[in-house]
């Protein structure tokens, strides 16, 4: 069996194109389930969660950064969506996202200033096929 390795991956976040900013950039469904339990036996019931995660670099210099985006989104009020689209290869997947928490801010002497960011993807992302 061959194994496909993610040679090329494009994100944008509100129209602006950051995957040069970030080592990471993962669409995660984490689903709800329960337990139903009825005089007929049990089901298990899921409810999908997706979260968008991301890891990468600070570049606190650029207006359109990864950081700023996410940053100025969490900080309004109420916090505000941000639309992502996440393309690997010829598929894509769109949808709109809110910040958990603020992204890191400063870091140790000498390194560079990086982190991880994790987005709670409202709804469920649009499966779609990329355009070249």
Known sequence: MAVNTIKTL?????????????????????????????????ETSSISNYNLELAGFADWNEATGVYNLIHDAYVSNPIAEIDFVITVGTKTRTGTAKPTADVPFGGDAGAALQGDIVLDVIGKPVDGTATP
């Open 10 to 42: 494009e994100l944008t976040l509100d129209g602006e194109q950051v995957e040069c900013q970030l080592t990471r950039a993962a669409l995660i469904d984490e689903p709800d389930t329960e337990e139903l339990t009825t005089f007929c036996g049990t």
